[in-house]
């Protein structure tokens, strides 16, 4: 759907991980006032820390279409330095658990395309809409659309030897084991056993995601399945928090940090 291109610096570099700010969730949509002091104490340690970029994995909102819960989400991301670009990955509280056309066209008309590749330092970033996986019924042309030109991208990565290809999207396709049942919180086993192949045979190394509010990871072979714990409220024991992910030519290592944890800086290779 388009390309977002950085910054072509050579050498390490890290961005920052954060999902499900879900302005309302801590209070029944009521008010969202914990979620803004979160969501403002991450971007305050973005703008510290200085990240390549940052990438918000879904749940932006609680309540799809609400016009005060995206204000706010809005106005705080507007705090961000401007010298560091963020990207928006589509939530199904963004659009809805079951997507129509309308709320696609709402989504980008706030926050832009819902499926798109970010490049940056050789780094080949895949941004993909996972309610396509998860409940396209109500949006299978879109749905189609996403699908041919994601594995035109992957055929294009594969010929082009990209390297590292990341995956950005909101719902896992497993949590710890490929093999798992289907669950809410996961991708349906038919259209993950058809699409991790896929990534996998084109060099994917990791795919992020957010949607449990908690941390989880496993792996499909030598690819990584890796579930981010919220910057808004924790349904478990993990704090609320966001992901610095380091990536050193072919190689990408990340770590969860704790909001009131995070250190002054980060230590590059």
């Known amino acids: 759907m388009g390309c977002v291109t950085g910054h072509q610096v050579k050498k390490p570099f890290f ?36 990240p390549a970029f940052v990438i918000v994995t879904g749940d932006l909102i609680n309540k799809s279409g609400d ?9 705080i991301v507007a705090k961000l330095d401007p010298s560091i670009s963020i990207y928006h990955v589509a939530g199904n509280h963004d659009i809805g658990n079951d997507p129509q056309e309308k709320d696609l066209v709402a989504y980008r008309k706030q926050l832009g395309p819902d499926y798109y590749t970010i490049k940056y330092n050789g780094m080949l970033g895949i941004v993909l ?10 949006v299978l042309k879109q749905a189609n659309a996403q699908d041919k030109w994601l594995r035109q991208v992957l055929q294009k990565a594969k010929k082009d030897k990209s390297k590292p290809i990341l995956v950005f ?4 396709w497993f949590l710890n084991d490929p093999e798992e049942k289907d669950d809410y919180f996961n991708i349906d086993k038919k259209i993950r056993d058809k699409y991790l192949p896929l990534f996998s045979a084109a060099g994917v190394s990791h795919i992020f995601a957010g949607h449990y509010h908690r941390n989880a990871f496993g792996k499909y072979g030598l690819m990584e399945m890796v579930t981010t714990g919220p910057v808004g409220r924790p349904l ?15 190689v990408v290592s990340h770590k969860y940090y704790d909001l009131d944890s995070i250190p002054d800086s980060i230590s590059l290779p």
């Open 15 to 50: 961005f920052i991980q954060m999902t499900d700010p879900q302005f309302g969730f801590f209070n029944s949509n009521k008010e969202f006032a914990k979620e803004t002091e979160n969501f403002e104490k991450a971007i305050a340690v973005a703008n510290r820390l200085h």
């Open 67 to 75: 016009t005060l819960q995206l204000a706010e989400y809005k106005r």
């Open 129 to 138: 809409n996972s309610l396509y996986f998860k409940s396209p019924s109500g």
């Open 169 to 172: 999207q909101h719902h896992s």
């Open 236 to 250: 478990g024991t993990d704090p609320s928090g966001f992901r610095i992910v380091t990536v050193d030519g072919n």
